[in-house]
């Protein structure tokens, strides 16, 4: 039993049995986005930061106003709950969101390929949707983790240093820069043209088909999670 923001919850435990779900994809790519929260190669785009950014409004407004309050008075206190269940509220939000789109992607692809991130740069420069920076990368991974053992699936994880935004999808050759202002990626060498993050998607896609081909034409390291490594309790909190 725990207690957030003036809540009580109950965790507890339960064994399930994995399933072979039918897949639609044989294989995807994840670009996790700046703008929206992940991109896949199939074109599929979560958006999932929309909801909460009245609510953060709402939050700040609160905020402001609890600095208006005498320190540690009966109104002061009573700001201070509100600002903790709007906290709560919005991050329940985000771990609906995170949870989601995992799911989404264990259930329906038989691969899943995501590319491995430095968290703590991506924490330093807030490059990434506020749904992944505010539950971490590590947990983006942890749950496609033993939801793909769930469903029958299999992550792979391409090293961080495989270019997948600045390599062309449709030709393979390697731009020199492309700056994260730049939403359009476009190929100076067969003209082609594509969504920025949707591009890196398919190159990711891409990475993971060309190391399980064949030899040789490996193009980026690519890390097959060890199942074992997840247990299969899932760890369930509800009101
Ligand atoms: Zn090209």
Redesign the pocket.
């Known amino acids: 039993m725990s207690r957030t923001a003036d809540r009580w919850y109950i965790s507890f435990r339960i064994e399930i049995e994995p399933t072979n779900a039918q897949k639609v994809v044989d294989v995807v790519g994840v670009d996790l986005g700046v703008k929206s929260l992940a991109t896949l190669s199939t074109g599929e785009v979560f958006e999932g930061a929309k909801s909460y950014r009245k609510l953060e409004a709402k939050l700040s407004r609160i905020q402001w106003l609890s600095r208006h309050k005498r320190l540690g008075s009966a109104n002061w206190k009573k700001v201070q709950a509100k600002v903790a269940r709007l906290h709560q509220r919005i991050a329940n939000i985000r771990a609906y969101s995170l949870h989601k789109l995992t799911t989404y992607l264990a259930k329906n692809h038989g691969v899943v390929v995501i590319e491995d991130l430095n968290v703590s740069g991506m924490m330093a420069n807030r490059k990434l949707s506020k749904a992944i920076a505010d539950m971490g990368f590590y947990e983006f991974r942890r749950q496609l983790g033993y939801k793909t053992k769930l469903y029958g699936s299999e992550l792979v994880i391409v090293d961080r240093w495989y270019p997948s935004s600045k390599t062309?999808?449709?030709?393979?050759?390697k731009k020199e820069s492309l700056s994260l202002k730049e939403r359009v990626f476009n190929?100076?060498?067969?003209?082609?043209e594509c969504d920025r993050d949707l591009n890196a998607s398919i190159n990711l896609k891409n990475a993971a088909s060309h190391a399980v081909s064949a030899c040789g034409l490996v193009s980026a390291d690519t890390t097959r999670v060890k199942q074992e490594d997840f247990s299969l309790k899932a760890n369930v909190s509800k009101l």
């Open positions: 062309c999808s449709n030709c393979g050759v190929c100076e060498h067969c003209n082609f």
